[in-house]
């Protein structure tokens, strides 16, 4: 009864979607005051049914109601229960539901955030909102719908695919599509202001703070899928540049420049056309990310379903509004002349940049993860497009990007000096360049690529540090001190934001420049050596597991004749789904991992093994977490709010400080 309830709010919801993509737009141009506040309650509405049908999948997966179809092909009794409730979102239907869910929790926060908003603005933007959760839910309700009943319920179901049956994975996709779907605001404001023929300071206000939010939960989504990469699949690395990865990061890079370039069109009111391009483009990227990994077209560890025919229903929906805001955004250009002039040398150049670098960026990674596909459906060649294609093609626009930023942020608005701007970071400088030659006076015989990255990594820091500081003022220490601790939320956020991708640059580098590989067949009892470590395979037996049969590994690691850890690799097989998964045991520390993945039995005896030591790892996740808590903080600044466009055009006594980036 539950399932059918869900079935019938689902429907329901798309009903109420309906009305209100249609009634708002329409009061909105004929300036009809009840038909425009309609979408707010439309959009409450809508919400709390999608999230009542969620609720009812959510509720027949824990339960194990293996008459429900999606049940029996995505769970199993025997599973345990973090993994029933992320079985809802683990598969095609399921993930698909979550996706409108969010899409319509995203409007329904317009309505409870929005109100400094202009009416008309109001309901452009909820009604471009509603006709995206239009179209995903009928995609579901006519080619995936979650709730189909098996004619013969079976005794048990078919379980989860076992590469998700991981913690990082469970809350991996809701951040993801909290991004992603994130994105569908900055779109819908797009659009609604193209409508409506007018961009300005209030609407740069009013978009920042989606955008922000989209970027953050990317940012995590993001970390989170990468770090259960590295200790899950077994093969030690964090990044592989998968296609589905690709379509992720792609969007992130948008993002980072949409919330950059709306900055201009708050603070200058320039770069509007292309600030409405640039989130007619990133929610363009998540809607092809989406298509990616459903269609099948390219192939993925990550993939949700492989149907071609659910695949052309979304990649019409892709072109759809994708190419209709871009055909809206062609014949409104005239209306979104620049106000705003600036130099060569100021802010406003230094974010164009900025943004020039994460664009092109972008469409490098866009053309390596389409081109093996182009090349087939055009040349009828199968090519193969790998890392080293995107660690050199990619690499050098975020050097450069690491090397222009401290500077920009450094420089005035309109009008700056490039050698102030420069003369102001010397310290910063110098103590790049001293951290960089001290690693390579202490190593031999090693690359230069981790000194290098050390340099680009702590210039980066340091130079947040320096524009942190820069904004106190000039006076006694203690004077800037109490300056420096009552700045906003929002340049404290900018500096957390950028000091994390410093730390995550510098760490990618160094683990890409010491890391140490090594794989052998090992005996019970044997020591080898690996780097400065010992490693000794103690024992190897067979276990169970709540759904799985395991071959557990027991590896002793020591340095210098004493022991750090016990480590134990696995080697696991679901018998249900008939699938092997890796399991493996990472010794984390501050500077270092250890990590040991356990093979095959071999036939002449012993075990395959494969150590890595991985240097800096951790400072990956660190460098994510910093720059999704420099989102946050400037979140949580009240300027940074969408009602707070109202606020600020009230006269204000004492001149406001510039918000930050």
């Keep these: 009864m539950i399932t059918e309830l869900g079935h019938f709010a689902l429907i329901l919801a798309f009903m109420v979607a309906i009305v209100q993509m249609v009634v708002p737009m329409i009061g909105a141009h004929k300036r009809l005051p009840g038909w425009m506040a309609l979408a707010e309650p439309a959009a409450n509405a809508q919400f709390a049914l999608i999230a009542f049908s969620f609720g009812a999948l959510m509720y027949a997966f824990v339960t194990s109601d293996f008459s429900v179809k999606l049940v029996v092909e995505n769970s199993h009794s025997a599973k345990p229960m973090l993994y029933k ?3 809802t979102w683990g598969n095609h239907e399921g993930s698909m539901l979550l996706w409108v869910m969010i899409v319509a929790l995203f409007g329904a926060m317009a309505t409870w955030f929005g109100g400094g908003l202009p009416p008309s603005l109001r309901a452009r933007v909820l009604a471009v909102q509603s006709s995206i959760g239009v179209a995903f839910m009928a995609f579901i309700l006519f080619t995936s719908n979650p709730f189909i009943r098996m004619d013969v319920a079976p005794f048990d179901g078919r379980d989860l695919n076992p590469l998700l049956q991981d913690p990082g994975l469970a809350f991996h996709p809701p951040f993801l ?12 404001f797009a659009v609604a202001a193209l409508i409506e023929g007018r961009v300005d300071a209030a609407w740069g206000r009013w978009v920042r703070p989606w955008t922000l939010a989209a970027w953050m939960f990317l940012t995590l989504g993001n970390g989170l899928g990468s770090w259960w990469a590295y200790y899950e699949l077994g093969w030690g690395g964090f ?15 948008l993002a980072a420049a949409l919330l950059h370039s709306a900055i201009v069109v708050e603070k200058r009111e320039s770069l509007k056309s292309w600030t409405i391009l640039l989130a007619i483009l990133a929610f ?39 190419g209709g805001a871009l055909v809206l955004f062609a014949m409104r250009a005239g ?7 600036f130099s060569m040398v100021s802010r406003e150049s ?60 450094l420089l005035p608005w309109k009008r700056g000096k490039l050698g102030r701007a420069v003369w102001s970071l010397r310290y910063a400088l ?15 015989e090693r690359s230069a690529l981790g000194p290098l990255g050390l340099m680009l990594g702590s210039w980066v820091v340091f130079g947040a540090l320096v524009d942190i500081w820069s904004r106190t003022g000039r006076g006694a220490l203690g004077g800037r001190v109490v300056r420096l601790m009552r700045l906003p939320r929002a340049d404290w956020g900018r500096v957390v934001a950028h000091s994390g991708l410093g730390v995550t640059m510098f760490a990618v580098a160094g683990l890409t420049a010491w890391e140490q590989e090594d794989i052998r067949v090992v005996q019970l009892k044997e020591k080898f050596e690996v780097g400065e470590f010992s490693l000794t395979l103690d024992s190897v037996e067979q276990v169970r597991g709540p759904n799985y049969f395991s071959t557990l590994a027991t590896v002793i690691l020591e340095k210098d004749g004493r022991e750090l850890a016990r480590l134990t690799p696995e080697k696991r097989t679901y018998p249900v789904a008939n ?11 501050f500077l270092r991992d250890v990590y040991v993945v356990i093979g095959d039995e071999q036939v002449a005896g012993g075990w395959a093994m494969r150590t890595y030591i991985k240097p800096l790892t951790n400072w990956i996740w660190a460098g994510i977490l910093l720059m999704s808590l420099g989102g946050a903080l400037s979140l949580s600044d009240r300027r940074f709010r969408v009602g707070a466009g109202a606020g600020a055009r009230k006269p204000q006594r004492k001149p406001q400080q510039v918000p930050a980036e």
């Design 239 to 253: 990044w592989f540049w998968d296609p589905v990865e690709n379509a992720s990061f792609m969007p992130w890079l």
């Design 85 to 87: 409730v992320s079985g």
């Design 579 to 589: 699938m092997p998964t890796t399991e493996a045991a990472i010794d984390y520390r």
């Design 350 to 409: 230094g974010l164009v940049v900025n943004n020039v670098l994460l664009a092109v960026a972008c469409f490098v990674v866009f053309f390596g993860t389409m081109w093996p596909l182009l090349a087939e459906m055009f040349f009828d060649r199968k090519l193969s497009v790998g890392p080293p294609f995107f660690n050199m093609a990619f690499t050098p626009f975020m050097v450069l990007l690491g090397i222009a930023l401290p500077i920009g942020a």
């Design 284 to 322: 363009g990227f998540s809607l092809l990310g989406t298509f990616i990994v459903r269609s099948g077209l390219l192939t993925s560890v990550h993939a949700f379903a492989s149907d071609p025919e659910r695949g052309i229903f979304i990649l019409m929906i892709m072109v759809t509004f994708t």
């Design 430 to 444: 110098g103590l790049a360049l001293s951290l960089g030659l001290l690693v390579w006076a202490m190593q031999t």
């Design 335 to 341: 209306t979104m002349e620049a106000k705003g002039v």
């Design 177 to 188: 599509y909290l991004g992603y779907v994130g994105l569908s605001m900055a779109f819908s």
